[in-house]
Every structure is written in C-alpha cells, then in structure tokens.
C-alpha cells in the first residue's frame, strides 16, 4: 500500500509543477503581450520626441561646432569664444537678465498679492477678476496697438505730460524702453499667475487654517508659516513659467520697434533672430545652447529650493 501512496504523491506533485510551470508560462506570455501594447500606444509619442525635439536638439550642437553647416569644418568651441566676444550679444544678455531679474519677481509678487486680495471679500470682486483676466483673451497684435496709442511720441501718455508742463518722451527709444516693455509684460501675465495662486489658496486645508486661528495666530504668521508652506509648489511653476515668458518677450518689442530697436531694449531674442535672418546658423546654435544651460541651472536652483522648502509640508 505504501508503494501507491507515493506513487500518487508524485504524480500529483508533478501535476503542481507542472501546473506553476504553465502558470508561469501564460504570465510570461500575458507580461510580454502587456509590453508589446504598451510599445505600440508608446511608439507615436516616443517618435515625436525623437523628430521634433532629440534629433533638432543634436542638430544644433553640431552646428554650433561647425564653422558652418556646408562645409562643416570642426571647430569645437571657437564659435562660443567668439559669441562670448560679441558685443551685440553682451548687450542682448544685459538687456534679457535685467528685464528678467525685475519682471519675474514683481510678476509674482503682484499676482501674489492680487490672489490675496480676491480671496477676501471685496466690493466688485468679479469686475477686477475680468479686469485682470481680459489680456488673456487679446491678441498679442492689440495689446501692442494699445502701448503704442499709450506710449507714442504724439500718444497719451505725452499729451498727459504736456498738460503738466513737462517734455515729451520718445519712450521706445529712451532709458525707459525696458520700464514700458516690463509695464506691458506684467499686464499681460497678471492674470494668469493670480489664477493659478487663487485655486492653490483655495486647496489649502481649511482645518489648519482654523487651528491657526484658535491659537491666536496673527494674519501675517498665518500668511508666512502656513500660507506661503503650501504654495511652494504653485511659486514654483509661476515663477518658472514667468521666466519662460520674459525670454519670450521678443514678439510684443519685435511689433513695438522692430528687427533692430534701440540698445535698450534689444533682446537676446532679437540677437538669434537676426543671425536667423543672415543665416549665420552656427552663432545661433552657440547662443541657443547657452541660453539652454542657463535656463537649466536657473530652473534646478529653482526645484532643489522648492523641494527643502516644501519637504515639511509634503511629510
């Protein structure tokens, strides 16, 4: 008897075996069909990337190590040597830092601010929302049209300071270009950015905030221990996205002045899209690859002060 009781235990611990190995066999087959989907609905966005963004991206550090893309002679780094050299280009750098450095951070402060203030219950609260959220809704080519009736010679702006006694500007082509072109940027993206803080003030835990308030806490210790924590990812974005916008101002300056405005409004943007115009490819590629670099160092500073920040608030 006890020769056919282990003749059956074998038999039905092959059959287990033989069961986990098929087993094993169809998850196998059922990973490697999930994998081959996936590719397949992965495939048109990972080709994408490739054509208009990786291979682009090679292109131009090839070109900027070109002397030029005809005869393609090697030259490693002299064309960053001599676009460092440039005085355009140091003009266009001055003139793109100093705008950011001023535009960004009353851009965030203001929309900030604005937030805040449309949170409390204000008089006419929905017509300063529209107000605000109105150059949203504007062509870029009317919002210059208006600067121009405002900032023109013979415009508003001048006839307001003839009837003080005071001379008349030619503010595009002033010292004061850059105010009127920081004016115009901040009116534009107001807006914007005080959306984007009002919806992040208005996910903050309303329990904390009533704690806060038990506990006698002023609204300035409210604001800055608690508030200002728990927008640290908003700040971020907004900030980021501020300086995004203040290297693309060349559009609203390029309809104001043109290809070739005064010194002291002339953009970096102005600088790649003139050498664009003369075809001089390889000190494009240099300039687009060094204003990248900055932008990457900017935006990490950005995430690794955000990130010890916030890391409190995550927890």
Do not use: C
Request: net charge positive; proline share 3%.
């Amino acid at each position: 008897m006890a020769a056919p009781a282990a003749h059956r235990r074998q038999n039905i611990g092959a059959k287990k075996k033989a069961g986990q190995r098929g087993q094993r066999i169809k998850t196998t087959r059922r990973e490697r069909k999930l994998k081959v989907s996936s590719g397949a609905f992965i495939a048109p966005s990972f080709l994408g990337v490739l054509a208009f963004f990786i291979l682009p991206f090679i292109v131009v550090i090839w070109y900027s190590m070109v002397d030029n893309p005809v005869s393609a002679n090697f030259v490693f780094l002299d064309n960053f040597k001599n676009i460092i050299a440039n005085s355009a280009f140091k003009r266009a750098v001055h003139n793109t830092w100093m705008f950011s450095v001023v535009s960004v951070p009353l851009a965030v402060v203001l929309s900030l601010i604005l937030a805040i203030v449309l949170e409390s219950k204000i008089p006419f609260k929905s017509q300063f929302r529209t107000f605000f959220l109105s150059p949203l809704m504007v062509p870029v080519a009317s919002i210059v049209l208006i600067w121009q009736v405002l900032f023109h010679y013979n415009g508003v702006i001048n006839e307001m300071l003839g009837k003080f006694g005071l001379d008349k500007i030619d503010w595009m082509k002033s010292k004061y270009g850059l105010v009127v072109v920081a004016i115009l940027f901040l009116w534009k993206n107001l807006g914007y950015n005080m959306i984007l803080f009002m919806a992040a003030l208005a996910s903050i835990p309303k329990d904390i905030l009533e704690v806060a308030t038990l506990e006698s806490a002023t609204p300035f210790q409210t604001f800055f221990y608690i508030k200002i924590r728990y927008l640290s990812s908003s700040l971020l974005f907004v900030t980021i996205m501020s300086l995004i916008s203040s290297f693309k101002i060349f559009r609203e300056i390029y309809l104001l002045t043109g290809d070739y405005p005064t010194d002291t409004v002339y953009m970096l943007q102005h600088f790649m899209n003139n050498k664009f115009r003369n075809l001089d490819y390889q000190t494009l590629s240099a300039a687009a690859i060094l204003m990248s670099l900055v932008m990457i160092v900017i935006i990490g500073v950005l995430f690794i002060a955000e990130d010890r920040f916030g890391k409190d608030v995550e927890g």
